[in-house]
């Protein structure tokens, strides 16, 4: 699919704006595996879910990722925008004692054994890692090809191999610094 | 997923977080026609009103037990703002929130008035901005002596004396309502009255400042510092833990005196925050740039 083709052009039917239709046509073939990209990140499937709207709304905010990397930048975006929220989450936690009245109910036992987790423990780590790290397992773990991953990481396709490579070493070096050989 | 031998036991981690659920295509397409982000949803003011929250619940002082039976109350005003490199988080005070936690959206300067009880400003310069306004929020903190000594003991500050007379004691603070609004370039302004700081009269404030700051792994020669700094000027006390990569200026908004905190992203950019008091008002201008922050808190003052 080729989003550049109609991305910011009226269309001279109904008056429609173009980027509406590239929009739309984007969404359509990627919304679900998206949303599944941050769903490994993001443990609420809801809020998950919501990330991924706002990445295509975020997409259509942005006339330089229209073209033919669209599918990419769609990628890139929605790994950055679960690990950025991961970490956001993690900052909250230092607050949620005080904020617990504001939730709408309390921690059940079953969610205080998801703190500690094996989830709980590989997002961790996939945050601990520098972003495009991380990036490239995610999408690596969602069964993308490497022609994918090289277009959502901006990579030559050659390298995406050595890539993946240095980040699974990264991952099991960072996981057993803080987990030891679990 | 191509997998070798060396790839197998990472892959095996990864797909222990391999979502267990359907994404809701209709709902998603719904929300994507609307145009409506998560943020527009509730979650912005939820991590506003968490920050606030972090933010009150550190401005804190023990009263004396006796003195807080008859009720006899200081109440401090809290305009300006304070950072300390340290987490205080670690500091065991059994902590709670009662609110009327009611969140409403408003569509009007007038409405957000309305609803906030006071005049908000709003910066139609920078977009025509899209509000909501919290309830009121109540903190009480109270002090379990036991946990607080054994803080103390892991953070080796065992010259600290915490007296039996400080079990169940509690501290209050009221804030709000708050308004928050959003503005163009994923920028955010925080408006509330000043914080009021509940304390009994005659209460330890320096003393359990100290305590507090020693069980945060403070040194002795440091805590007794910036205890009597707090004492003498208390402040919201915002803590930053020193192995985040924060930077905290003091930077000059209008006739005030400001703090900056630029928050850096993982690859580019940051999240800056310029916060500052008034005698009327807390505002706190939020976004991804050090010169939006400053633009909004400097237009903010001059209003």
Same mark, same amino acid.
């Given at each position: 699919?080729?989003?550049?083709?109609?991305?910011?052009?009226?269309?001279?039917?109904?008056?429609?704006?173009?980027?509406?239709?590239?929009?739309?046509?984007?969404?359509?073939?990627?919304?679900?595996?998206?949303?599944?990209?941050?769903?490994?990140?993001?443990?609420?499937?809801?809020?998950?879910?919501?990330?991924? #709207?706002?990445?295509?709304?975020?997409?259509?905010?942005?006339?330089?990722?229209?073209?033919?990397?669209?599918?990419?930048?769609?990628?890139?975006?929605?790994?950055?925008?679960?690990?950025?929220?991961?970490?956001?989450?993690?900052?909250?936690?230092?607050?949620?004692?005080?904020?617990?009245?504001?939730?709408?109910?309390?921690?059940?036992?079953?969610?205080?054994?998801?703190?500690?987790?094996?989830?709980?423990?590989?997002?961790?780590?996939?945050?601990?890692?520098?972003?495009?790290?991380?990036?490239?397992?995610?999408?690596?773990?969602?069964?993308?090809?490497?022609?994918?991953?090289?277009?959502?990481?901006?990579?030559?396709?050659?390298?995406?191999?050595?890539?993946?490579?240095?980040?699974?070493?990264?991952?099991?070096?960072?996981?057993?610094?803080?987990?030891?050989?679990? | 997923?191509?997998?070798?031998?060396?790839?197998?036991?990472?892959?095996?981690?990864?797909?222990?977080?391999?979502?267990?659920?359907?994404?809701?295509?209709?709902?998603?397409?719904?929300?994507?026609?609307?145009?409506?982000?998560?943020?527009?949803?509730?979650?912005?003011?939820?991590?506003?009103?968490?920050?606030?929250?972090?933010?009150? +619940?550190?401005?804190?002082?023990?009263?004396?037990?006796?003195?807080?039976?008859?009720?006899?109350?200081?109440?401090?005003?809290?305009?300006?703002?304070?950072?300390?490199?340290?987490?205080?988080?670690?500091?065991?005070?059994?902590?709670?929130?009662?609110?009327?936690?009611?969140?409403?959206?408003?569509?009007?300067?007038?409405?957000?008035?309305?609803?906030?009880?006071?005049?908000?400003?709003?910066?139609?310069?920078?977009?025509?901005?899209?509000? #909501?306004?919290?309830?009121?929020?109540?903190?009480?903190?109270?002090?379990?002596?036991?946990?607080?000594?054994?803080?103390?003991?892991?953070?080796?500050?065992?010259?600290?004396?915490?007296?039996?007379?400080?079990?169940?004691?509690?501290?209050? #603070?009221?804030?709000?309502?708050?308004?928050?609004?959003?503005?163009?370039?994923?920028?955010?302004?925080?408006?509330?009255?000043?914080?009021?700081?509940?304390?009994? +009269?005659?209460?330890?404030?320096?003393?359990?400042?100290?305590? #507090?700051?020693?069980?945060?792994?403070?040194?002795?020669?440091?805590?007794?510092?910036? %205890?009597?700094?707090?004492?003498?000027?208390?402040?919201?006390?915002?803590?930053?833990?020193?192995?985040?990569?924060?930077?905290?200026?003091?930077?000059?908004?209008?006739?005030?005196?400001?703090?900056?905190?630029?928050?850096?992203?993982?690859?580019?950019?940051?999240?800056?925050?310029?916060?500052?008091?008034?005698?009327?008002?807390?505002? %706190?201008?939020?976004?991804?740039?050090?010169?939006?922050?400053?633009?909004?808190?400097?237009?903010?003052?001059?209003?």
């Amino acid at each position: 699919m080729n989003v550049a083709s109609v991305a910011g052009v009226k269309d001279s039917q109904g008056g429609v704006d173009a980027r509406d239709v590239g929009l739309d046509a984007l969404f359509a073939a990627h919304y679900e595996r998206v949303a599944r990209v941050v769903g490994r990140v993001i443990q609420d499937p809801a809020r998950a879910e919501e990330l991924a #709207v706002e990445v295509f709304l975020k997409w259509r905010r942005t006339p330089n990722a229209h073209g033919d990397g669209a599918e990419g930048w769609i990628y890139r975006t929605a790994a950055r925008e679960a690990l950025d929220e991961w970490r956001r989450q993690g900052r909250r936690e230092r607050f949620e004692k005080v904020f617990a009245p504001f939730l709408p109910k309390p921690l059940n036992p079953e969610q205080i054994s998801l703190a500690n987790s094996e989830r709980r423990k590989v997002r961790t780590v996939l945050a601990a890692l520098d972003k495009r790290t991380a990036s490239a397992l995610l999408l690596w773990a969602e069964e993308m090809s490497y022609r994918e991953i090289a277009a959502a990481l901006e990579v030559n396709p050659t390298y995406v191999g050595s890539l993946l490579g240095r980040a699974q070493e990264a991952f099991r070096k960072e996981y057993r610094r803080r987990y030891g050989n679990q | 997923m191509e997998i070798n031998e060396r790839d197998v036991w990472v892959a095996e981690k990864l797909e222990a977080v391999r979502p267990e659920w359907q994404p809701d295509v209709g709902r998603a397409r719904a929300w994507l026609v609307r145009g409506d982000s998560a943020r527009g949803r509730g979650h912005g003011w939820a991590w506003a009103a968490a920050t606030a929250a972090c933010l009150v +619940a550190m401005a804190i002082a023990l009263p004396d037990g006796r003195l807080m039976a008859q009720e006899l109350w200081y109440r401090f005003v809290l305009r300006s703002f304070a950072v300390v490199r340290l987490d205080l988080s670690r500091v065991p005070l059994e902590a709670s929130v009662s609110s009327n936690v009611v969140t409403r959206s408003v569509g009007s300067i007038e409405e957000a008035a309305q609803v906030a009880g006071f005049q908000p400003l709003w910066l139609t310069e920078y977009g025509p901005g899209k509000s #909501v306004v919290t309830g009121p929020m109540q903190f009480t903190q109270v002090i379990r002596v036991a946990e607080l000594r054994e803080a103390l003991g892991k953070a080796g500050a065992t010259d600290v004396q915490v007296p039996d007379a400080w079990e169940g004691l509690q501290l209050r #603070v009221d804030l709000g309502p708050m308004v928050i609004t959003e503005y163009r370039g994923d920028a955010q302004v925080i408006e509330s009255r000043p914080m009021a700081l509940h304390l009994p +009269a005659g209460l330890p404030l320096e003393r359990f400042a100290e305590a #507090v700051f020693r069980s945060a792994g403070v040194a002795a020669w440091q805590a007794s510092l910036m %205890a009597s700094k707090f004492a003498r000027n208390p402040a919201w006390l915002l803590d930053v833990p020193e192995e985040e990569a924060v930077v905290v200026e003091e930077v000059a908004v209008g006739a005030a005196q400001g703090l900056l905190l630029e928050d850096p992203k993982e690859d580019k950019g940051a999240r800056v925050t310029v916060m500052f008091g008034t005698q009327e008002r807390v505002f %706190a201008a939020i976004s991804d740039s050090r010169e939006l922050s400053l633009r909004l808190a400097r237009s903010l003052a001059a209003r």
